[in-house]
């Protein structure tokens, strides 16, 4: 090797040895987990430590000889930047949305492979190593990902948790005509309301003093805990909310616990449409199966107090069950309700009975 391709070797090893540390302890908390998880998290970062490295020696080779420039020496510096760019989105949709744990370390492997096969292609000779990466890799991805897609998203979500946290991202939802930018909004997770739609409900139990909260669909309780917030603030007042999954209560429950909002909040881990509520209901949030939404606001319809406020999410174009649900309840003169243009949508509406 010569100084120019050992100084080549060094920044590029430099590099790729730099992006492992910073990736690394960016993620400790998955790394430090005693599973499977944790070796096939550190193979995914350092997989993508060494397409950086390949491409910066790749680069570093080509400026270096710009004499002998051949189809070869452009493919891969080409080649392996794309890898680099490609790997380094796919840790960051890893570690922020529920995406399987190693599906990078097997990305990494056919991509591999196919740039093996393609150099072979362009230098005339037989490249068996990129046949066997490209198996390799497809058997990681058949391991892996068909385990992951056997759990629902709510519980990709719990699994997530614990090991990423909760931070915060541009809401995934596509564009819509009632709402063409998403991205301008956050969420932490694809099933908990977008993070200004949570700051809204906390607002909202700050300006109408609400005696009762009903809430259905806990999931991990952001919005019953900002909502409990408002209520605390207020110095009076409740949340009932109610949670299916038992699974997902008892992490609810966890998280509900472990606030100091406890006080104000009666977490159920049962159905919205079984659920028994004594007194008035002066705010509803509906977050629930959206199969149920319109059966659960008919049911408590009733007890709700004459300037109650019924709120839906999921009512943007895209969930045409809640959607139409909250357009029947307003034809049927049961409610009257405003569409916020959000990304997943909110209907914000108010029985008509009782009002004067």
Not at 37 to 65: G, K, N, P, Q, R
Not at 97 to 105: A, S
Request: charged residues 20%; glycine residues 6%.
């Amino acid at each position: 090797m010569n100084h120019s391709s050992f100084a080549g070797a060094l920044i590029a090893l430099l590099c790729g040895g730099t992006y492992l540390f910073v990736q690394a302890r960016h993620r400790w908390a998955r790394l430090s987990q005693t599973d499977k998880t944790s070796v096939l998290t550190f193979l995914d970062i350092f997989c993508t430590s060494l397409a950086l490295a390949a491409a910066v020696f790749s680069w570093f080779d080509l400026l270096a000889f710009l004499r002998n420039l051949g189809p070869g020496v452009i493919f891969s510096a080409l080649f392996s930047t794309a890898v680099f760019i490609f790997l380094r989105a796919e840790n960051r949709r890893a570690n922020q949305f529920q995406r399987p744990v190693g599906i990078v370390l097997g990305e990494f492997l056919v991509l591999e492979g196919v740039g093996l096969f393609v150099l072979g292609l362009l230098s005339g000779r037989q490249q068996t190593r990129g046949f066997a990466s490209v198996v390799a890799g497809a058997l990681v991805l058949v391991w892996i990902v068909p385990q992951f897609l056997k759990k629902r998203e709510e519980l990709r979500i719990l699994d997530r948790i614990p090991v990423a946290g909760e931070s915060l991202q541009p809401e995934y939802a596509p564009p819509t005509p009632e709402c063409p930018h998403p991205d301008r909004w956050k969420m932490t997770d694809s099933m908990s309301a977008e993070v200004e739609v949570l700051a809204f409900l906390k607002q909202l139990v700050l300006t109408v003093k609400p005696q009762q909260i009903v809430e259905t669909g806990t999931f991990i309780a952001s919005s019953t805990l900002k909502m409990a917030e408002g209520v605390k603030a207020n110095g009076f007042g409740k949340i009932v909310t109610c949670e299916l999954d038992p699974q997902i209560y008892a992490k609810a429950k966890e998280r509900i616990d472990a606030s100091g909002l406890a006080e104000w909040i009666d977490a159920r881990n049962e159905s919205s449409l079984e659920m028994q509520i004594k007194g008035d209901i002066d705010l509803f949030f509906s977050d629930s199966f959206l199969a149920n939404r319109e059966k659960e606001i008919r049911r408590f319809l009733p007890q709700m107090s004459a300037n109650a406020l019924v709120v839906m999410h999921d009512t943007s174009p895209r969930y045409k069950i809640a959607r139409e649900a909250a357009f029947r309840l307003e034809q049927d003169g049961l409610i009257s309700m405003v569409l916020f243009p959000t990304p997943r949508g909110l209907m914000v509406g108010q029985k008509r009975a009782g009002r004067k």
